[in-house]
């Protein structure tokens, strides 16, 4: 029986509990071989910081060790217990992830600034590891925090607003002008 074939049972809650420490424990750790021995060989892993998935064990290793690079204080806390939906082998964990960004992270450089924001896993299992993982958060949050984007209200903010309107206009005028 997998993980959540048959979610009332004891031994599934028992099995998601040991994996889930397991799995942030290694996290929390930054191992990335240690997060990819949970996953199946093909397991397909999205978040939102990157525009592609990462692909099988070595793709998870590789996003761990990203994300140890750019946040080596990166930590990952469960912020209720894991919720399992009962028509298939799917969890909704969510989380509380906090980091320093000291080191560069996709194009951008690193900013000395930390972050704090909430997020939920939906985690796909196969044979009791992990074959589908989607994280959800609020990536504008994130930039924000790292000062990659100005502050809500802030002049800066409203300085990308008046670009923003004026490729917009630009744009309208060259598709007037075809």
């Known amino acids: 029986m997998t993980v959540v074939d048959a979610v009332a049972t004891e031994i599934d809650r028992a099995f998601l509990t040991d994996w889930t420490a397991r799995f942030l424990k290694a996290w929390n750790a930054l191992d990335g071989q240690a997060v990819a021995s949970l ?33 080596p204080d990166f930590h990952v806390v469960e912020t209720a217990p894991p919720y399992f939906l ?61 000062g990659i984007m100005p502050a809500s209200g802030s002049r800066g903010e409203r300085l990308m607003a008046r670009i923003q309107h004026a490729q917009a206009r630009l744009q309208r005028w060259k598709a007037q002008a075809s």
């Open 39 to 71: 996953c199946t060989e093909d397991v397909v892993w999205r978040d939102p910081s990157s525009p592609q998935p990462f692909i099988g064990r070595d793709g998870v290793r590789e996003f761990v060790e990203m994300t140890g690079r750019a946040f």
């Open 86 to 146: 009962s028509d298939c082998a799917r969890v909704l964990s969510p989380y509380q992830m906090t980091g320093t960004m000291v080191g560069p992270a996709n194009a951008f450089a690193p900013t000395g600034r930390k972050i704090s924001v909430s997020g939920v896993d939906d985690w796909t299992f196969k044979d009791g590891l992990l074959c589908g993982y989607d994280s959800y958060y609020d990536t504008v949050a994130v930039a924000r925090q790292l």
